[in-house]
């Protein structure tokens, strides 16, 4: 199969696990990951009618960037803050926010650039120490500090990367955690211009239907798209 089928396959399966879920299909936004892929398999996938691409590295993205075809960015990997400068203007949204100190250097630099950032909070409900990301009891203080701190942010909700599991049922509860985080997120008297819970990002090649049926609203789909990867 060639990226454009593959993808086709994988905007089928979004869509059973849509329809099973009782949810509408453009809720749901499907990420194609791109790391380790070049520009031109990038763009088959634009040409196929893929919307959104996610990349995990700062340098990745900045080597790719001006051979893309004009599509929406996602940072999604664990951001150093001595990269935000260089991505500010180019992503859409970054997923992988877990500190305060880089949510201040993406303020410092949206500012500059004249924009407000729209972030996902990395939440690790499984605390595994491989793995970025706050435990759940950090969020709300979190989230305060912020919003206290932060004018050109906006926190738009949740992202996570659960356990890497054989079986895709393993994920589910990590899943429905993160949903119920959102929810509770939603009843946070915050404003609406800081703070606007309306995104979970989860759900990849292995376990996106069941991310789906749990309430994700951005899956991040790399391999399943562009097949293998194979890392230099
Ligand atoms: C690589 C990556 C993905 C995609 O993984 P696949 O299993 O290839 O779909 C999703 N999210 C993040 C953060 C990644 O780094």
Known sequence: MDIKERYLQVLK???????????????????GVTKTHPAEEINQAIDAGITDIGEN????LLEKY??????????I?????????????????IHSVDSIRLAREI???????GKRMDILI?????????????HPKELKSMVADIIDECDNVRICGLMCIPPIAENPEDSRPYFKEMKTLLENMKMWDFPRSKLSPT??????????????????????????????????
């Open 77 to 93: 990997g664990k951001l150093q803050t001595n990269k935000v400068k260089s991505i500010i203007d180019k992503v859409e949204m």
């Open 122 to 134: 990395q939440v690790n409900s499984a605390m595994e120490d491989t793995k970025t990301g706050i």
């Open 66 to 75: 001006n051979d893309v075809k004009p599509v929406r960015w996602h940072f």
């Open 107 to 113: 303020d410092k630099r949206a500012k500059m650039a």
């Open 199 to 232: 995104h979970i990002s989860m759900g990849m090649s292995g376990d996106f239907q069941v991310a789906i049926e749990e309430g994700s609203t951005m899956i991040r789909v790399g391999s399943s798209i562009f097949g293998p990867r194979n890392y230099k």
């Open 13 to 31: 399966l979004k869509e059973e696990a849509t329809v099973r879920s009782g949810r509408s299909g453009e809720e749901i936004i499907l990420i």
């Open 57 to 60: 590295r700062a340098q990745e």
